[in-house]
């Protein structure tokens, strides 16, 4: 069973179509740190129940697995949460914005607060706060089509952004989850892209091709030259002192043993 803690430690989560059968299994052998089965915008309306059926009779749903439902108030979610709860599986609720909501889902699952709309945007602590919400996601390519800005534009979404990395802290649950790069084979924008939600806070991304998930792990985790700075941090003791110039104190400290948590290595 997936647990809270993968949940919170993942860097890395891959979209699957909940109506491709055939790639669930490649999609779990990719090295990404959850599978997510998509139920919701990669299925058209006449294949719902067809991709519920597919992502139930997988042998490996629930191992390293969400499943992302379907909006709460669509003719379908109801039947997706009974379905992931029957197979204790966690799931990814879109367009979260009603604290109520979530709480009622958290009675059967755990879950992730995808974040994709304005008002969802608005009321983020009050999303990241909710019971059984252990991470949150930003959906980037939803909310810009509500604001009628480009989704890949940064800084339009930058203020979106930071109200959902403030809102994870404020609630004490995991750094979020940033939205998609559509580019699948630009590795460039994915590691721009990258680089920018780990600047403002963010921990882990949402990938939408296999060729993003080794680009993105190494995105998000510490550089050598960060784990020496951490290493000289913590070996300076636990009394304030100056490590490379600069004023070491308690925070200091927790920032230091946060980046020596967050192996592998990648280079600066």
């Known amino acids: 069973m997936t647990t809270h803690d993968e949940i919170a430690a993942a860097r890395t989560l891959l979209f699957v179509p909940g109506d ?18 998509d139920l919701e915008d990669a299925v058209a309306a006449e294949d ?53 909501v979530l709480g009622r889902i958290a009675a059967d699952c755990a879950l992730i607060a995808l974040i994709e709309t304005a008002l969802g945007a608005e009321r983020a602590y009050e999303v990241c706060s909710a019971p059984g919400v252990v991470r949150a996601a930003f959906g980037n390519v939803d909310l810009s089509a509500q604001l009628g800005v480009a989704h890949d534009d940064t800084l339009a979404l930058a203020h979106a952004r930071s109200r959902v990395v403030l809102a994870s802290a404020a609630a004490g649950i995991s750094p979020p989850v940033d939205g998609v790069t559509t580019a699948v ?64 104190d308690k925070p200091v400290l927790e920032r230091a043993r946060r980046v020596l948590s967050g192996a592998p290595v990648r280079s600066s």
């Open 20 to 37: 491709r059968p055939d790639r669930f299994g490649k999609a779990a052998g990719s090295g990404a740190d959850l599978v997510v089965i």
């Open 48 to 100: 719902k129940e067809r991709a519920r059926r597919s992502a139930a009779g997988w042998a490996g749903l629930g191992t390293r697995t969400v499943v992302r439902v379907n909006a709460p108030g669509t003719p379908w979610f109801e039947a997706d949460l009974r379905m992931a709860a029957r197979h204790g599986c966690p799931v990814m609720v879109p367009k979260a914005e009603d604290p109520a």
């Open 185 to 248: 084979r630009d590795l460039e924008a994915l590691a721009a892209d990258t680089a920018h939600a780990r600047r403002l806070g963010f921990s882990a991304k949402l990938c939408v091709h296999p060729a993003q998930i080794a680009p993105v792990a190494s995105g998000f985790a510490p550089t050598e030259e960060e784990l020496r700075w951490a290493r000289a941090v913590l070996e300076a003791g636990d009394s304030v002192t100056t490590v490379d110039g600069h004023m070491v």
